[in-house]
């Protein structure tokens, strides 16, 4: 209530009567009434209109683009929701993705250009441990949203990496659901600070791009819980996005964006998500179960559906109130969207600015992974840099599809070196220069409109001869080995030659390494990439590896930062690196298998207009929550790198570990001390494992419960970094009592510098069985899983 109504309701007693309604009225109540009182003014087809998006350009061309009200509010925007005037509604325009803006760059008839800053991959940010920063990029990024005159962005995403192949992995932040939960969260809070909207997507275990429209997941109710939506509810809980995307595939027999279980049981009763829920693009197959199920907006959207939608309820097989509900759940976010409130745009976001953030962010998640006797980073005597590898000229910023960015620019490894005062070797960059454009030349050109969207192939790596390589050894102080790649949307990775490194990779490595080595100087090995590899049978080549991930526009910047030591690395791997594909727990399961070739891709959707055929397919996920660490761990496999490691310029000692009890009631405080004892300022990154008494139930041997970032130590400075156990953090879901059970008994606590490097241990008991929160029961699986334990 303000001051001038607080005055009113004072001083007029006699019409008490009349404002009392208004002086008592909550925010809620008076938003409900308003909402009902359009719904009361809306006839069944406006309704529809309301739930139904206004379409999306699928021809690819700049005609059929124009005619499309996304494109026509903001070029290359991925929809819009209707514009009824009449009732007071405006648009809301929904933008991709997880690395920036998405939109277009230039538009017919206007001289302007609209480029977005292009931030690092999802996964470099959550390797970087950081909420804070990550919230900092959400900001600038949400920013960016408000400034260009969207409401909605379409990121976070973040399913789970089940397995290293799958093509969107770089959109998604890692291994572990909790540093998933946290990530997207501090993501969510930064966008959603500038009053613009998100959606966290794909909702959900939507862990591979093969047969991505048909394929059935088909997984236990306990993976589902503990590994495939727990960083969704800790999002949820945490952050409240304003949408969540449902996702294309099924779960345990139904799409997800038909499912009952999954959007109203979950969702809203167990989590309390207030916000809508949006089909992913041409996602599910029948409209009027969408709507039941608590699919509140279908996109992009198309005339067919809302036909469904609109006979089922005169036919009375929808009831008009599952309509309203939906309606009325839209209307609640579009009167917080910038253009509801006719926020006044400039189109002009402060690009420099935040190309800033985007190199600051860069360089604070990229994982050093091998520095052999302080090869790195560059001492003074440094200038003569030879750089080989076609990514050290040609960087690649981020993935491809609908998590690309149009940036105004992005700098290349060799001009962030050049922009540092170094020297490039000359004849290797002419070399590279004329090697890429000719092979550029010759790719394939795609067709359709789909084209410009999906990872062109790679240009094999330029074969180096082995005399020039002696010659630039000779001549230069040290080398530079790029290995890059990409992957996007609707393919999956390969293992040969992009999990595994072709054959002339691994020989450039070789030979490079041997000839600098043999003249006294060091070989670095740069991992332009946006996701995991192998690395194990090269990796004693060279004498420093750096995982610099697609770091965004500022890349060659962000790296030289790192390699020059003006940055001390401090990220740490999200992901287990293990020593082969094969050892992956999916491996065998991965994308699954086909049930039945080219189906017909009927449904009300409008899949079947951009893709008329597809495979029934099904996944299943045998490994159940024995995914990444959980499982090389707890089956003690050798890997190449762990989950959670990541090497500094510096070094770091643990001590000081404080329990706040050995006896767990209500909570738990932990404390520890970090200290740096090495030459250089640096952030440590401090891991809390948490193994479980496993009578009632197989248990991970540890599982991550908790993490924090040290601030820059200085040499010699420490930090204590605390932390607060709740029951939650005790439990394991148990499937008979659809229940979060933390088992009675012995609990330790282990304080890693990764999961498998703990500095310090200690334990505590839970005397009594606690049920921390019953569920109802959802999403069984239609049939018994083969399911893997130890
Ligand atoms: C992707 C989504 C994206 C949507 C709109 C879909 O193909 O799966 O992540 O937000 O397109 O571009």
């Known amino acids: 209530m303000d001051f001038g109504m607080k005055i009113i309701c004072l001083m007029a007693p006699a019409l008490f009567g009349l404002f009392v309604a208004s002086c008592s009225k909550s925010p809620g109540e008076a938003e409900r009434e308003k909402i009902d009182a359009i719904i009361a003014k809306m006839t069944l087809e406006d309704k529809a209109d309301m739930v139904v998006g206004t ?42 993705g997880p690395a920036g803006l998405r939109i277009r760059p230039n538009r017919d008839d206007d001289a302007g250009t609209y480029y977005c800053t292009a931030f690092p991959i999802a996964t470099l940010l959550a390797s970087s441990w950081d909420p804070e920063l990550v919230q900092r990029v959400g900001e600038v990024m949400g920013n960016e949203v408000l400034e260009y005159g969207a409401d909605i962005l379409l990121a976070p995403a973040l399913n789970l990496h089940r397995n290293p192949l799958c093509g969107r992995n770089f959109e998604y932040y890692s291994e572990d659901p909790l540093l998933v939960g946290k990530i997207t969260a501090a993501m969510v809070r930064g966008v959603q600070s500038q009053n613009v909207g998100t959606s966290i997507k794909h909702f959900a275990a939507n862990n591979q791009e093969t047969n991505r429209f048909t394929v059935d997941t088909i997984v236990s109710e306990r993976a589902l819980r503990e590994i495939y939506l727990e960083g969704f509810r800790i999002a949820v809980e945490e952050a409240q996005p304003w949408t969540v995307m449902s996702s294309y595939n099924k779960i345990n027999g139904t799409y997800t964006s038909q499912s009952y279980d ?4 979950i969702l809203r009763d167990d989590w309390g998500f207030q916000g809508f829920v949006m089909t992913d693009w041409l996602g599910g197959d029948d409209a009027v179960a969408q709507m039941e199920a608590g699919n509140d907006l279908l996109m992009p959207g198309n005339p067919k559906q809302k036909e469904r939608i609109i006979a089922a309820v005169k036919e009375g097989r929808l009831d008009e109130s599952v309509l309203n509900r939906n309606v009325a759940r839209i209307l609640h976010i579009l009167f917080r969207s910038p253009r509801y409130k006719q926020y006044p745009y ?34 003074g005597q440094i200038k003569k840099v030879a750089a080989f590898g076609n990514t050290s000229y040609e960087i690649i910023t981020g993935g491809t599809g609908s998590g690309d960015v149009n940036e105004a620019y992005s700098v290349p490894l060799m001009e962030g070196l050049e922009n540092a005062g170094y020297i490039v ?9 004329a090697y890429i454009k000719d092979a550029k030349e010759k790719q394939p050109v795609g067709e359709g409109p789909l084209a410009a969207f999906m990872p062109k192939p790679r240009i094999e790596e330029m074969e180096v001869q082995s005399s020039l390589i002696k010659k630039v050894a000779a001549e230069t102080d040290i080398a530079l080995i790029t290995i890059g790649r990409n992957s996007g949307e609707m393919a999956d990775r390969k293992q040969e030659g992009d999990f595994d490194l072709t054959e002339r990779e691994k020989s450039l490595i070789q030979t490079v390494s041997k000839a600098f080595q043999e003249n006294g100087k060091k070989a670095v090995v740069v991992l332009n990439i946006g996701g995991v590899m192998e690395t194990a049978s090269w990796r004693d080549d060279p004498d420093a590896i750096l995982l610099a991930w697609q770091p965004g526009q500022e890349a060659g910047n962000s790296i030289v930062d790192v390699l020059s030591g003006k940055v001390n690395p401090s990220g740490k791997l999200v992901d287990t690196f293990p020593v ?64 959670g490691y990541g090497l500094s310029y510096t070094q770091f000692e643990y001590g ?16 520890v001390e970090v200290k740096n004892i090495g030459p ?6 401090v891991q809390v494992y948490l193994s479980a008494p496993s009578e009632k139930l197989d248990k991970p041997s540890e599982e991550l419960a908790a993490f924090a970032k040290t601030g820059l130590l200085e040499p010699g400075r420490s930090q204590t970094l605390h932390f607060e156990l709740s029951p939650r953090d005790l439990a394991s879901f148990v499937t008979s009592e659809s229940s979060w059970i933390a088992e009675a008994g012995q609990y330790e606590v282990k304080i890693g510098a990764s999961s498998r490097d703990i500095k310090q241990a200690a334990s505590f008991s839970l005397g009594e069985e606690l049920v921390v929160k019953k569920v109802q029961k959802a999403l069984a699986p239609q049939r018994e899983i083969n399911r893997m334990h130890p």
């Open 680 to 685: 250089v300022a640096g952030r440590e990154v």
């Open 580 to 643: 082969s594909y094969a050892d992956v727990p999916s491996v065998s399961n991965f994308p699954g298998r086909v049930l039945e070739s080219d189906i017909n891709l009927a449904g009300d959707s409008g899949r079947d207009v951009f893709e008329p055929t597809s495979n029934k397919a099904e996944v299943v996920y045998e490994e159940d929550i024995y995914v990444g660490y959980r499982y090389y761990n707890s089956f003690k496999k050798e890997v190449a790198y762990e989950f």
């Open 55 to 96: 379409g999306m350009n699928l021809s690819g061309t700049n005609e059929a683009a124009s005619v499309v009200l996304a494109d026509k509010l903001l070029p290359g925007a991925a929809g819009a929701t209707s514009d009824m005037s009449r009732l007071d509604i405006t648009p809301m325009v929904l933008a991709d």
């Open 425 to 433: 070797y000359q004849s290797l960059k002419v070399a590279y220069a």
């Open 262 to 265: 999954l959007l109203t049981r």
């Open 656 to 671: 000081n570990l404080k329990l706040s009890s050995n006896e767990f009631k209500d909570t738990l405080s932990i404390s």
């Open 346 to 379: 400039s189109s002009k976001p402060d690009l420099r600015a935040h190309a800033l953030v985007a190199r600051r962010a860069a360089t604070d998640g990229m994982v050093l992974l091998k520095n052999r006797e302080g090869a790195l980073p560059f001492t």
